[in-house]
């Protein structure tokens, strides 16, 4: 009998009362390490199987996948290992069975890929996730089952990690931990060898602080982390394992937004950008993380060699306030912005947009106006480079930025120079070309020339009709044209020759190689190029120099002092002339030494003109540009700063302006445009290119170009007066109701706020959207005026006094009008008697003007809704025993009472109290607005104009005062800054402000959270003060009776007052005025 | 005549000042004969125009004019005594009342004297009484001028209960700045209507240019770039540049780049800095200038 059979017999016995497979099983396992194994081991092997069996009651499954495990181990397996396994499984089994399947089941292919020698450390590391409950055994039965495939990614040590990070969740939740798990290889699968345990080591820290974002992180970490450049990874991942460390905020999100900001820049500075990280880290990793996050944005301001600069700048605040700093890489504090904005070279228009326009306003003493190229092209009126400067003839465009230079003064210089030159088009009129009158340099022949065909609208119109090439005589014109703007820029402007001069050098150098051109075309470049005082970069066949030499000769005359435009254009004529007699061909090649350099010939502007036409049809020379072989006729290359030229299009367009505004009185009634002509000019110009416009067939795109224009020229420039607060227009409108027919205009302004923890402002942080109040019954104005009758009076008496008296005798001075007798006769008294007598004893009459400012600033949120006598139940003592009839007419009563006369409200009572101040001030005369506040977050304050101050109280007025209503918030700060913006506006000599309201500054997002009170009162404060720095009085007015704590540190050295006795308000406030004016 | 203190100055009694030396002074129009039949006619002159504008100058320059004509030779002596124009001058504050014109008691050892104020002067000897800024002074002192200007000539002195009648020489010359004063300021128009008026503007650029070699000793082409900064500057009226920059201003600068400063930094302190205070105006304005001047 062999050994298996020996074993079989043995053992029948104790395994017949299990299921058929147990045995079958064993016996294939028995005869498979038979030739494996001695017979006594063989005997072990046996006998820990059946001890299996034994343990529990489901331990016999377990014994079947022991069993089943012999055949498939692998053939390296020691005798050590098998009889490890077996000791293990017995331990298992004897807690729990499923766990022990679980174990055998995957143990040969875990000790395929782990080998013999780490069996147990694996068993341990399942058994670390078994925690004695069914939940923990099916976690640590589900990582025995994935062992062969976690092995294929992680090696064993590695994988303690997995298991530490498993274990930790399991802590909070196994659904969680047994998800990761079961993703685990396939993620770690995705990453780099070198990232798994980096990922690994980030994943415990964040089980530990923000264990709910790990299922996140196994979903798209392993992705995120390839945007990060593969050497800086592990660093990476340290960084944002600083910020999940003991600390409750949410660590994924960090993680994700700093890693979706690096995947945004170039791979070869992430290792910068960490590195700088990494410093900031220890001071506070949010702001390490943060700063991750703003660098694409930060870059796109600053070069990356300025990247440090504006770290170690943010590094010093964040070294004095953790908060600060935070706010700084942020880039949510103003301090950051201009630094930022020190160390950027280049130049945004937005920010010297208004330098630019008062500049240009200057220069061309009309009331240009500044805009984007951008802005330009999305009028569909022509121009479409988005990029190029250019003017309209009252806007100027500009690009919205300048980083030629590595330097701020430079670009600045450079984007000065655009300008001017665009300025310059204005100053020096290029758009008031007139066809009849005569140039100063050249004799008029274009008088003489015929023309054949329709009404032109303009007189650039009916200029470039005089040419059969229009786009030629158009790029010959921009040339003259320009030269003749440059040189009287450099005559008029000596400063900016140098700067100017740079950039014609600079364009010069960026010309395409002349002697690539067919002929025509090289002589126009040729033009460009003196143009742009590059003469001697002039390069031309010798044998043809004669017609180049007059070329550069018409193009010196015209940059003489005293040009005008219609030189311009009589240079224009000649030059079309020569040019096209040149045959657009290209030269040999190989006589390229024949290409010289041209002297400019002289008195180039006696060059007689011949009459007749310019080529029209029928003429040679008109054929010859195209028809004999020659090239096609390209323009030449833009010249940068002196952007885009439109001189037709400009004039219809200043055309369409004169019509839509009914002409210049005075002035020969023009004959409006009719479509035709527009159709006609649009299609003959070359200055419009229909074809990039398109978006529909042509007729369409020409119909919306039209009405395009048209609507450019129907709204006349504006001036707009850029305010500090920047206003801005938009339609939303507030609270309007739909069938109002006049939706209130809202104009939004932008305001910093104080963030007094970061000790630095926000910049732009609120938005106030300013609209007058609706209109509502007039009746309330004459009612409250009816109810407070008695109290009106009073008040007006009141006021009646404080007016001032025009004139005041003041007394004993040392000199006046005249001697104040008492003082005189003292002064004689004192004199005759030997004493040292007052020299003080005249009188002068002093005038006193009241000039007094006041904005009265109205809490209108929902709080004010609180009925007064809420708590005070008068009604409770009113004696109607226990009769229920005398209840029931009690209560009758009650009610109609509260119908016809509801119960009061504060909102109510601050009404009244307006009310009453309106009338009194009214009396005296001085200036006032009244402004209501509400709103929710802060892009949405909400500022009602109830009465500006340069209205006057009207029934309008009146109706608009109905309507103060309860409604949001009180985010008090920017309501306060645009209140001190309005009075700054008013030249009054004394300005008050005075805040009238329920309770603290509340809103959301006002603070940490809801219950925060210390920023929002500290914002209030701040605004506060910079009302006082303005030369504002502020003065603050509560009704709410815990009022004192928080108004003592909002006003500190500023008056405020808590009425303790709220009903008593209407009375008080025209007191408190008194007080404050006087 | 004139007193010369130790510091070399000279004091003079407020009638007995006259202008010596001949002022320079550029006709723009026809300014110079209208002022002289004005005064032929004894027809008060109103001068308006912003600051700096020259309106000082055009008075002193006509009180020169007016007076050279004078100078006679005395038969027996054979002396030449040059009969001058006397001005007297009161610059107008707001704090200007009747009395500090018209004059007032002071006290003495022995009681009180009366002393004539700078108006009853120039009305006793027939001097041109220049009233510059009159809109700051008090309206009190405006309505008592009016008897002055009309064909009465008569200056009432209440407290003393005369009425002088003005010497045959007397004119009344006010000026006035439209521009900077509130509404509040204006000048009623009772008193303004007693006056024929002479506006003064900003001078064209070549006369500006002239006035500015002249009075800077800068070459002309300098003198041009001032004035053509004058002239652009001028252009945006807003911003608190409503006043635009004034000739004397330019002069300045003028004067101070003829001393050797840069011209930009010339430019700078008498053009810029003494216009605006606001940060960005000023940077618009020192772009003007930089592109002009190198």
Redesign the interface.
């Known amino acids: 009998m062999t050994i298996v059979g020996e074993l079989l017999a043995r053992n029948h016995e104790r395994l017949s009362g299990f299921p058929a497979p147990l045995e079958q099983q064993f016996e294939a396992g028995l005869r498979a390490l038979a030739p494996r194994l001695t017979p006594s081991q063989l005997q072990i092997w046996s006998e820990t199987g059946v001890d299996l069996t034994g343990l529990s009651l489901r331990s016999w499954e377990a014994a079947v996948e022991y069993f089943k495990a012999a055949p498939q181990l692998p053939a390296n397996t020691t005798w050590d290992a098998i009889e490890t396994l077996g000791r293990e499984a017995l331990t298992m089994a004897a807690e729990s069975a499923p766990l022990a399947v679980s174990f055998l089941r995957s143990a040969p292919g875990a000790l395929a890929a782990v080998g013999p020698n780490h069996l147990r450390q694996w068993a341990d590391l399942g058994r670390r996730l078994y925690k004695g409950n069914w939940k923990s055994a099916s976690l640590a039965a589900q990582f025995y089952d994935l062992g062969p495939q976690v092995f294929r990614v992680l090696r064993v040590s590695q994988s303690v990690r997995l298991v530490l990070f498993v274990d930790e969740l399991s802590r909070h939740s196994y659904e969680l931990a047994s998800a990761c798990l079961a993703t685990a290889p396939a993620v770690l699968a995705r990453l780099d060898e070198d990232d798994r345990l980096p990922f690994l080591a980030f994943a415990v820290e964040l089980a530990q602080s923000s264990w709910a974002d790990s299922r996140l992180y196994f979903e798209r970490g392993a992705s995120l982390l390839q945007k990060i450049h593969a050497p800086v990874r592990e660093r990476y991942l340290l960084l944002a394992a600083q910020v999940a460390r003991g600390h409750n905020r949410s660590a994924f999100q960090y993680f994700e937004e700093a890693a979706l900001a690096l995947g945004e820049l170039e791979p070869d500075d992430h290792h910068r950008v960490v590195e700088l990280a990494e410093q900031l880290a220890p001071y506070s990793p949010f702001a390490a993380m943060d700063f991750v996050t703003s660098t694409p944005r930060v870059l796109e301001r600053i070069r990356v060699d300025e990247l440090e600069p504006w770290q170690q700048a943010g590094l010093r605040i964040l070294q004095l306030s953790h908060e600060g700093g935070e706010g700084y890489f942020r880039l949510q504090s103003s301090r950051g912005e201009d630094i930022l904005d020190t160390l950027s070279a280049r130049v945004e228009l937005a920010k010297v947009g ?6 240009c ?6 009331n240009v106006s500044i805009q984007t190229t951008a802005s330009l092209a999305e009028k569909g009126i022509g121009w479409i480079d988005e990029h190029r400067a250019s003017t309209e003839g009252s806007t100027i465009f500009l690009p919205d930025l300048m980083e030629r230079y590595t330097n701020k003064g430079e670009n600045f210089a450079a984007m ?1 120079v655009f300008a ?1 030159h665009q300025a310059a088009h204005i100053e020096f009129g290029s758009f008031d070309f007139d066809f009849e009158r005569p140039g100063t340099v050249f004799p008029a022949s274009r008088t003489t020339l015929v023309r054949e065909g329709s009404q032109p609208v303009t007189d650039m119109e009916r200029y470039f009709d005089l040419f059969p090439d229009r786009k030629l005589a158009s790029d010959l014109y921009t040339i003259v044209e320009d030269a003749r703007i440059d040189g009287a820029i450099k005559r ?7 700067p100017l001069g740079r950039m014609q050098a600079g364009e010069i150098a960026n010309r395409p190689d002349v002697r690539r051109l067919p002929l025509r075309q090289a002589f126009v470049e040729n033009l460009v190029r003196a143009s742009l005082d590059g003469v001697e970069a002039v390069r031309w066949p010798k044998s043809r120099a004669q017609v180049m030499a007059q070329g550069l000769g018409l193009l010196q005359a015209i940059a003489a002092p005293g040009a005008l435009v219609e030189d311009a254009a009589e240079a224009t004529l000649r030059l079309y002339r020569i040019a096209l007699a040149i045959p657009n061909v290209l030269e040999d090649q190989d006589d390229e030494d024949d290409w010289d350099p041209v002297a400019p010939s002289e008195g180039m502007q006696q060059m007689p003109v011949e009459g007749g036409d310019l080529g029209g049809e029928g003429s040679e020379m008109e054929l010859s540009d195209v028809g004999e072989g020659g090239e096609e006729y390209q323009s030449p290359q833009d010249v940068d700063f002196r952007g885009d030229f439109k001189p037709e299009l400009v004039q219809l367009l200043m055309k369409l302006r004169q019509d839509a505004q009914g002409g210049d009185a005075g002035q020969v009634q023009n004959m409006p445009l009719t479509p035709e002509q527009l159709a006609e000019l649009l299609e003959k110009s070359v200055e419009i290119d229909l074809d990039s416009l398109m978006e529909g067939d042509l007729d369409s795109t020409t119909g919306m170009f039209m009405s395009n224009l048209m609507k450019e020229a129907g709204t006349p420039a504006q001036d707009k ?1 850029a305010k500090k607060g920047e206003p801005r227009g938009d339609d939303s409108t507030g609270e309007g109701e739909g069938e109002e027919p006049l939706q209130p205009i809202v104009t939004v302004y932008y305001y910093d706020e104080w963030d007094f923890r970061a000790q630095d402002y926000k910049p732009r942080w609120c938005a106030i959207k300013e609209a007058n109040l609706e209109e509502g019954a007039e009746d309330f104005y004459e009612n409250t005026l009816r109810e407070h009758a008695g109290l009106v009076s009073q008040t007006r008496k009141q006021f009646e006094l404080m007016k001032p008296e025009l004139f005041r005798k003041l007394k004993r001075l040392p000199e ?4 104040d007798l008492d003082a005189a006769i003292d ?1 004689m008294v004192e004199r005759k008697a030997g004493g040292q007598p007052n ?1 003080k ?1 005249y009188w ?2 002093n ?1 006193i003007e009241r000039d007094v400012a006041v904005a009265f600033l109205i809490d209108m949120s929902a709080s004010t809704d609180e009925e007064i006598n809420k708590r005070e139940k008068k009604y409770e003592d009113d004696d109607y025993d226990d009769d229920p009839r005398k209840y029931l007419s009690w209560w009758v009563s009650k009610r109609r009472q509260e119908l016809t006369s509801p119960p009061k409200r504060i909102i109510d009572l601050e009404k009244e109290s307006t009310v009453l101040l309106m009338t009194a001030l009214e009396t005296i005369g001085d200036q006032y607005g009244i402004y209501g506040f509400s709103g929710y977050v802060r892009d949405n304050v909400e500022f009602f104009v109830i009465k500006d101050f340069d209205e006057n109280l009207d029934h309008k007025i009146k109706k608009r005062l109905d309507k103060i209503s309860p409604i949001r918030s009180t985010r008090m700060g920017p309501a306060i800054r645009h209140a001190t913006f309005k009075l700054r506006e008013t ?1 009054a000599k004394i300005k008050i402000l005075v805040l009238l309201s329920d309770g603290r500054p509340q809103d959301h997002g006002y603070g940490r959270d809801r219950t925060e009170k210390e920023y929002a009162i500290h914002d209030t404060k701040q605004a506060l003060n910079e009302a006082k720095r303005e030369g504002i009085t502020p003065f603050a007015l509560t009704v709410d009776r815990a009022g004192h704590d928080y108004l003592k540190t909002m006003c500190e050295d500023m008056g405020y007052e808590v009425v303790a006795d709220i009903e008593a308000l209407p009375s008080r406030l025209p007191t408190l005025y008194r007080r404050l004016t006087e | 005549m004139a007193d010369s203190t130790p510091a070399g100055a000279f004091i003079h009694a407020v009638e007995e000042y006259t202008v010596q030396q001949e002022p320079y002074y550029l006709p723009i129009g026809d300014e110079v004969q209208l002022f002289e039949t004005a005064y032929e006619q004894r027809i008060p002159v109103l001068l308006k125009g912003p600051t700096g504008a020259g309106k000082t100058r055009f008075v002193e320059y006509m009180a020169w004019r007016l007076g050279h004509p004078f100078t006679r030779i005395s038969a027996r002596t054979g002396e030449e005594a040059e009969h001058r124009k006397p001005l007297i001058t009161v610059a107008c504050h707001e704090d200007l009342t009747a009395s500090d014109l018209v004059g007032r008691y002071l006290l003495d050892t022995d009681g009180t004297r009366w002393v004539d104020g700078p108006l009853t002067r120039a009305v006793k000897i027939g001097a041109i009484c220049y009233l510059d800024e009159v809109v700051e002074a008090r309206k009190d002192t405006t309505v008592l001028i009016h008897p002055l200007t009309d064909y009465r000539r008569l200056l009432p002195i209440e407290k003393l209960g005369q009425v002088v009648e003005a010497a045959d020489g007397f004119l009344l010359v006010i000026s006035y700045n439209p521009g900077y004063q509130s509404a509040l300021k204006d000048l009623k128009h009772s008193t303004r209507q007693r006056f024929i008026s002479i506006e003064f503007g900003d001078p064209p650029k070549d006369q500006e240019a002239e006035i500015i070699a002249h009075e800077a000793g800068v070459t002309r082409d300098t003198a041009m770039d001032l004035a053509k900064l004058g002239e652009k500057v001028r252009n945006p009226r807003e911003h608190g540049l409503s006043e635009g920059v004034s000739t004397r201003l330019l002069i300045y600068a003028g004067r101070l780049i003829h001393r050797g400063v840069p011209a930009r930094r010339a430019c700078q302190v008498s053009v810029t800095w003494s216009l605006t205070d606001d940060a960005e105006v000023q940077r618009s304005i020192e772009e003007v200038v930089t592109s002009i001047f190198e």
């Not at chain 1, 208004?354 to 500049?359: N, Q």
């Not at chain 1, 008029?492 to 140098?498: D, L, Q």
């Open positions: 208004e330098i630019l326009r008062l500049y306003k200057a220069l061309t003493g009309r000065k001017t008029e402007y000596g400063g900016i020759r140098r007066d006046g009008e005249d001697f002064w020299e004893i002068r009459r005038k030249d």
